[in-house]
């Protein structure tokens, strides 16, 4: 069946440090993969897409990479800070680019 | 600034009513998404839609109905609400090709059917 699982639903780091959320699918074979970040009562924000013929994205303090052999996506924020804190979404393009399927989610929370 | 908007931020209904919640971008955008969000459960695509007049199912299409009669609106209809309906729903908008464009969120209504 398809899945699509990232890696823990809350994870905590210390301020400064590099946090790194990780998107495994099955079954599915995105042509694009992205990334969203979400505060409590919003709606989810856009960060990074990755497409499968790329290896790495980057964006300032976030990078993205895309391995479609293992079927999994990594998420990292470098030099994270108490801002940083949300909930962070991977989504998978899917039929053709019609639409898209998410995952849970990831509750980062960086501490001062 | 490019929005989309929703019609309600909170909604409190009874069991059996039938429920409208309304979604608009200003972005010319052929693409449009409802999802609904459950803790744990992340967000599940309830319908979509690639043009006017046009409408697919997404995964949990069942006790929705959806409208798009203009191209910056799309409407999701709850035909007679249940509880099991209580949720955040959520609306998006992206460009033609969405795999390749980032999904526009609205802000998100918090319905809770009594």
């Known amino acids: 069946s398809q899945k699509i699982e990232q890696n823990s639903e809350a994870l905590n780091i210390q301020e400064g440090k590099t946090a790194t959320l990780t998107c495994n699918y099955t079954?599915?074979?995105?042509?694009?993969l992205q990334w969203y970040r979400q505060d409590p009562g919003r709606g989810p924000v856009f960060l990074l897409l990755?497409?499968?013929?790329?290896k790495e994205k980057r964006k300032e303090r976030l990078k993205v990479t895309f391995d479609t052999t293992l079927k999994q996506s990594l998420f990292h924020i470098t030099a994270s800070q108490p801002a940083d804190s949300a909930t962070y979404l991977c989504a998978l393009e899917r039929n053709y680019g019609q639409n898209f399927v998410f995952g849970p989610g990831t509750r980062l929370s960086v501490l001062p | 600034d490019v929005k989309v908007t929703q019609s309600s931020r909170y909604l409190v209904k009874r069991t059996g009513e039938k429920v409208f919640l309304e979604c608009v971008q200003d972005m010319d955008h052929e693409n449009m998404f409802w999802y609904r969000q459950d803790p744990g459960l992340g967000l599940r695509l309830i319908y979509f839609s690639y043009d006017v007049k046009m409408k697919e199912k997404g995964d949990i299409p069942e006790g929705y109905s959806v409208s798009r009669e203009k191209k910056e609106r799309f409407s999701l209809i709850l035909e007679s609400a249940s509880t099991n309906q209580t949720s955040m729903y959520l609306c998006a908008s992206t460009p033609a090709l969405a795999g390749d464009n980032e999904q526009f969120f609205g802000p998100g209504t918090r319905l809770t059917v009594l």
């Open positions: 990755i497409r499968e013929n790329e």
């Open positions: 079954n599915y074979s995105p042509a694009y």
